[in-house]
């Protein structure tokens, strides 16, 4: 029967990737975002833990990671993940782990075109400063490129610790095509996985922050999150964090079976995109003026959310993947699901 | 790695739970609604339902001394397939339905063998119920003011309660009163109070807007007399002053399975709506209005599989017997909201048709609403949860 636990070992990682985040990432916020990057000594000591995008964790292991660095800063965790979101794709086209920043593009406007073993497009942003390999997936094939791209640095609404910037291919060679439904599909849902897992970690970020500072701020004479208003609201927070969780969890664990993952995977970015999108403003408010100043996170968390949200293809595609399947998506208790 | 699957031993369950479901409990609960009438306690169904073992999803098991306990989880997923196929029948269904937790946990030895013999009686239906909600008290629990006066080798109540679920046909009614309405939760004290009972009046069907199948009922006690060994848990167990916390451990030991009941009746909105919109119009052809039906289809689908997630996870702890008070209201609050939207969208996807009395979608639009109601409002299962993240008081 259904078991909704750690395991020991799952417990263990995901402790692990706390203490990191707290210890390596939290002291540096501001400084990795001016910075536009993390320290070198950051990410060699984070690769040294074996939980960056290139180790095979399975898709669930990597969830809890992604959620516990996202939760301090979603930006450095993108930039301590090299290859990160890329890696599906990298694994399906059998081309092992990149040598560097690995970027996603859901070429939802037809800008990028490939003719003669070459890729020519460009992208308004990329969340990177520097990469090593350029996914560009349409919707019946995905493109893999390892050179002949141009970087202007920009600035970007958020996650700036990962860099920003507008990507040029200019007849690129393709260093490999994905074409085969299944696995193209399965390396989508890896993605939005990933993605949704970033986003419940930001999320989580946000609320646990403002939750802390309602109860020792007080107005009218009493912590202001005893006033039912925003009682209620941490308590909606709370909820929205757990149930984006839950969907984040429920796809990384179809893709550990072997499922496409299809369906769970778009649900749960789309879940987690609506749920941290009320939890990242939210937070903000619950601080009033103070959370609108570079003083407190929140307003980090509140812009990282809603760049985050548009990764990948973020939400809109997401919503739109589960929609093409909808109709046939049944929901009853079928046999050994 | 979390597992969801179900499990061999419960898919025998679902599958007699969907014949059942099928054949009996979904037509029942449509013609009820039509009829505006809960189904007569005398209904063959009943008797057959009693017969074959299925008594409420909600009825609590008695407790094995051994092995894995997974009552909790078999009953979410219960809770949630009985109400996909009509949740008034599932709260119709012969048991001790919410009487049962009270019994089991307060009970002394001899009071659950004498209350529950007439439960292993498999040839006639049996009902139990719970009354505590009054004219005057409902969410704010406290405040009840049926009164419970010892008198020899009795106790005497008075007072009225409302909303009681299947009490005219129960074989007797765990009854709230008050020793002192000032001592607020540590006055209370709880009576089985057997069908019969001379002072138990005036008892008569309300009239709802949905959830017709089962009967919700008023009475009245009126120099009602039981005696000293019907106080639940005996005179002990109150001056251990536990008396609030017992009706409220009942409370805890329902909300995943009330929220999975929620998620049932969302998921049935869901197959209704998704069935007509897959009859009636050509999803692949490029009209705006077809990919709006895609996506609110969507859009239910992920919540109402976002709500029997957090019913999972909230049901899971209890098995584990790991706090789960934030979690069960959680999950409470957030599918009674959720199934609010999914049987609007389902109204919606229907267009016009859906409003109409015989789209089965606008009778689940109705039924659906006490879902936030009962068991604990949403703004209640919200007070719960900021007291344990906050310290909010009260």
Known sequence: MFTLALSDEERLIQETARRFARDRLLPGLRAHERARG??????????????????????????????????VDPGAALALDAPGLAQPLLDAAGLGAAAGRGVVIEDVEGRFHARDGRLAGEHPWVPADAIAVTAVLHPGCAFVVCEGWRLTPIAACGLEAAGASRLLLDDAPIAATLEDPRALARARAGIRTAVGALLVGAARGAHEYA??????????????????????????????????????????????????GEWEAASALAEAAEQALLVGPSAVQILGGHGFMKDHPVEKWMRDIRTLASLAGGRDEAELAAAALAPEHEMGFARGR | MIDLSIGRDLETWLDQVRRLGRDYLRPLGIEADRRHEPVPPDHPFFALAWRMGLGQPLGVEERS???????????VVLAEEMSYWDRGMSVAMPG??????????????????????????????????????????????????TTAR??????????????????????????????DRAAGRAGHRAFIVERGTPGLEDMRYEHKMGLIAYESSSFTLRDCRVPVANLLGGERYYAERAGFKGAMKSFNATRPAIAAMAVGIARAAYD??????????????????????????????????GGRLLCWRAAYLADVEQPNEIEASMAKAFAAGMAQEATGLA????????????AYVEKLYRDVKAMDIVEGTGQIQRLVIARRLVGLPG
């Open chain 2, 347 to 358: 109204v919606e996807i229907l267009g016009d048709a859906g409003v109409t009395a015989d």
């Open chain 2, 150 to 179: 010892r008198d020899g080798d009795g106790w005497v109540l008075n007072g009225a309660k409302t909303f009681i679920s299947n009490s005219m046909r129960a074989d007797w009614i765990v009854v709230w009163a008050t020793v």
């Open chain 1, 211 to 260: 939750m802390r500072y309602a109860t020792e701020r007080t107005a009218f004479g009493r912590p202001i999150a005893h006033h039912q208003a925003l009682a209620f609201l941490i308590a909606d927070l709370a909820t929205a964090v757990d149930v984006a969780r839950l969907a984040v969890w429920r796809a990384a664990a179809a893709l550990d079976r072997g499922e496409s």
């Open chain 2, 96 to 145: 001790l339905g919410l009487g049962g937790p009270p019994l089991l946990t307060m009970g002394t030895p001899e009071q659950k063998e004498r209350f529950l013999a007439p439960f292993r009686d498999r040839e006639q239906p049996h009902w139990a119920a719970f009354g505590m909600t009054e004219p005057g008290a409902g969410s704010d629990v406290a405040a009840i003011q």
């Open chain 2, 65 to 75: 001394a051994s092995g894995p306990r997974n009552g909790a989880r078999r009953g």
């Open chain 2, 272 to 305: 209704a709506a998704r069935d007509f919109a897959r009859a009636h119009y050509a999803l692949d052809r490029p009209i705006p209005r077809y990919q709006r039906v895609r996506e609110k289809l969507a859009r239910m689908a992920r919540k109402i599989e």
């Open chain 1, 38 to 71: 993390v320290p070198p000594e950051v990410v060699r000591e984070f690769a040294g833990l074996g939980l960056a995008g290139g180790e095979d964790l399975g898709a669930f292991v990597r969830a809890l990671v992604l959620e516990e660095l996202a939760a």
